[in-house]
């Protein structure tokens, strides 16, 4: 499979992580095999849920999960593109003063 790298975003804009912190334990599961079923892969996924409690779900392989991926990549550069935006324009979306979570927000 093709891979545009634009899936791979957060491993270029962030640094490495340092060797001396702990880590847990993250399996990586195929969205592909399971929807396939596939029965070491249910087994992964089953341990994971039970003994981990989280597992990283590789998405490729799938039309859902290419469609989520691009998804993603589109709400990235949207996300770009708001912080690109002059402070007044932005401030048009401040909806702070009705307590909501939504629209945008300065740091204080």
Do not use: W
Not at 80 to 91: S, T, V
Not at 94 to 106: E, M, V
């Amino acid at each position: 499979m093709e891979d545009s790298g634009k899936n791979d975003r957060l491993s270029t804009i962030n640094p490495p992580f340092p060797s001396d912190v702990p880590t847990a334990p993250l399996l990586r599961l195929s969205l592909e095999k399971l929807l396939n079923n596939d029965t070491e892969e249910s087994t992964r996924f089953y341990q994971a849920c039970k003994n981990l409690g989280f597992f990283y779900l590789d998405l490729r392989g799938t039309s859902i999960g290419e469609s989520i991926l691009k998804d993603a990549d589109r709400l990235f550069d949207v996300g770009e593109k708001l912080f690109e935006l002059d402070l007044e324009e932005k401030e048009k979306y401040d909806f702070s003063a009705q307590h909501s979570y939504y629209g945008y927000g300065a740091c204080n």
